[in-house]
């Protein structure tokens, strides 16, 4: 399966933006769906998650803030965030896998489909 991430751009803090990764060559049914996200400077890091068996999961830096999706027809999957701050600024990519470690969920490595990032950038 081939992963394309858009939706990226410029807002102030407080804003909205609505990520979107689509899904070709296959669907995501089966698979876990990640997002992460990289600023300059600094490491990947997890964001959410969505499980094949549609159960979400956040990491604390964005609980209440971000909401992962799942279109029905299982071709792509959405981040919406909502209150967006400075530091949420960074590349953020999508990322399958179908034999995900539950506990490892937030472990990039785990992933081996991936997108190419869309940058997100805050403005204070």
């Known amino acids: 399966v081939q992963l394309q991430a858009s939706g990226g751009g410029l807002v102030q803090a407080g804003g909205s933006l609505s990520l979107h990764c689509a899904a070709s060559g296959g669907t995501l049914r089966g698979y876990t769906t990640g997002w992460f996200r990289q600023a300059p400077g600094k490491e990947r890091e997890f964001v959410a998650a969505i499980r094949y068996n549609g159960y979400k999961y956040y990491d604390d830096s964005v609980k209440g803030r971000f909401t992962v999706t799942r279109d029905t027809t299982n071709s792509a999957v959405y981040l919406q965030m909502n209150n967006l701050k400075p530091e949420d600024t960074a590349v953020y990519s999508c990322?399958?896998?179908?034999?995900?470690?539950?506990?490892?969920?937030?472990?990039?490595?785990?992933?081996?489909?991936w997108g190419q990032g869309t940058q997100v950038t805050v403005s204070s």
């Open positions: 990322a399958a896998c179908q034999t995900c470690i539950l506990s490892s969920l937030q472990n990039s490595q785990q992933y081996p489909y």
